[in-house]
């Protein structure tokens, strides 16, 4: 089981710092209204601790520094990607490897390949690119979560695992529809929260009586095989490279952000087991990526890919990682913080709605909240709720609104020490301090698909 954080110190040293400071109140207020009240448009160096997101933003080793140093920058055949490709078939098995700039890139050519207008795409729950790659496509997200997944302060293992008897009655609806099942690992939306190995293997299995293939957005896997050795019974003594292979042995292909569990700024791919799938998938990529080689991407990014791939099983490594998430919630909840529970693996997410539940859903109690946070601490976290997962009907124009409205305080790699986290804390519990006086926000601008990003706002007087 998980060790208490005060047994063991970060299994790393800390050689390059770059200096923060934080602005003063004032300025963060006139910052953010002159943003639209959305904090994906604020300049970064307003930014005092930046958990926007745990995308692109960890600090690479010193082995992947010295891997960078090695880049082969020809146009076909770096020998970077070759051993970017011996990468994934060693941790995944997959052995059709297709790079990509970063992770959309790679659903990108997943939806172009196997989607079509009309279709119906089924997962645990898909985070907001995939959601929206789909959409593009003409077709429906369906997601089949688990219950429990959706009860944010119920204590329970895997509440990323899917409900498999609705999953099989999602298929029957009309299995022309349905292209593959994608299980994201961890399942992002409702908390970092993991998928079990019996859970897997369950999807497998439903997704066979259908003919149907399964893959995997594996942006977060080495997380999700820590949480199965921790949490699983039978896994407990298995390496997490084991656990990982095991995992993928289920699945068809992924897709991958490795701006996460690589350990990269830049960077993703979508892998398969059939190589015409592949075939298929270097058809898109080609026009819109780059060649086979490269994928958008520079040998170097490919080679501290490579090792980034093999760097985050590692362990003690994982261990700090997602000790330091719980540290976080460990603290929030000591100061009444309504947060998802039990922490996941990459992020604290808090429960917006219950924070604030004087705001009603069409003013946005997530993005006011994040706002909110700014303003106190400087502090950037994101909205996940009404605005990133919120649309309006086709045909009736009616506000339909995602089960959960969530702020995401998304931990970089390696960047902040539990210091930064206590000042995390404090700054919540200031704004719950002041909670009943906060206001909800109006939309005043919003793009048709994945509006949160360039969202503005104002404020409801």
């Known amino acids: 089981m998980f060790r208490r954080r005060e047994e063991y110190a970060e299994p790393y040293r800390i050689k390059v710092v770059e200096m923060i400071r934080p602005i003063d109140r004032p300025t963060r207020e ?21 958990l926007l997101t745990d995308s692109g933003t960890a600090a690479m080793s010193d082995y992947q520094w010295s891997g960078m140093m090695m880049g082969d920058e020809s146009y076909a055949g770096s020998k970077n990607y070759f051993h970017f490709r011996d990468a994934v078939k060693d941790v995944m098995g997959y052995e059709h490897v297709v790079p990509t700039h970063q992770g959309r890139g790679a659903e990108h050519i997943l939806m172009n390949v196997f989607v079509k ?36 302060g119920v204590e329970a293992d895997f509440k990323g695992n899917f409900d498999l008897e609705l999953l099989e009655t999602e298929i029957r609806k009309d299995r022309d529809k ?95 087991r059939n190589i015409e799938h592949y075939r298929q998938a270097i058809q898109w990529q080609i026009p819109f990526e ?3 080689t490269y994928g958008g991407l520079a040998g170097r990014d490919l080679e501290a890919m490579a090792r980034g791939l093999h760097e985050v099983l590692n362990e003690d ?9 719980r540290y976080l919630g460990g603290l929030l909840i000591k100061s009444g913080i309504p947060i998802v529970r039990p922490t996941g693996g990459h992020g604290i997410y808090i429960n917006a709605k219950a924070l604030l539940p004087h705001i009603p859903r069409n003013e946005f109690p997530a993005q006011a909240l994040t706002v909110e946070l700014f303003i106190e601490g400087g502090i950037r976290g994101v909205e996940l709720g009404g ?32 210091r930064h986290m206590a000042m995390v804390a404090r700054a919540l519990r200031a704004v719950k301090e002041r909670a009943s006086s906060i206001k909800g926000l109006k939309l005043t601008y919003e793009a048709p698909v994945l509006r949160h990003f360039t969202a503005r706002f104002e404020r409801v007087e």
Request: proline share 6%.
């Open 178 to 272: 349905v292209p593959f099942v994608l299980v994201t690992v961890t399942c992002n939306n409702n908390g970092g929260q993991p998928v079990s190995m019996q859970n897997i293997r369950g999807v497998r299995s439903v997704a066979d009586k259908y003919g149907l293939p399964v893959f995997f957005d594996a942006a977060r896997f080495a997380e999700n095989a820590y949480f199965i050795k921790q949490l699983e019974p039978g896994y407990e003594d298995k390496p997490i490279g084991d656990i990982a292979r095991e995992m993928f042995s289920y699945g068809d292909g992924c897709t991958m952000s490795a701006k996460k569990d690589a350990l990269v700024n830049i960077g993703g791919f979508v892998a398969f």
């Open 117 to 152: 207008p009309g279709d119906r795409v089924l997962g645990n729950m898909h985070f907001d690119t995939t959601e929206g790659h789909i959409l593009l496509k003409g077709a429906e997200p369906v997601n089949c979560l688990a219950d429990a997944g959706y009860k944010v």
């Open 290 to 292: 780059g060649f086979v």
């Open 30 to 50: 006139k910052l953010i209204r002159d943003a639209g009240y959305n904090v994906f448009a604020l300049p970064s160096d307003s930014v005092y601790i930046d």
């Open 387 to 418: 605005c990133a997962f919120g649309h309006k009907h086709p045909q009736t124009g009616e506000d339909l609104w995602p089960e959960l409205e969530l702020v995401r305080l998304a931990i970089p790699r390696r960047v902040y020490t539990d």
């Open 317 to 325: 490594y994982l261990e700090d990682r997602i000790g330091q998430v």
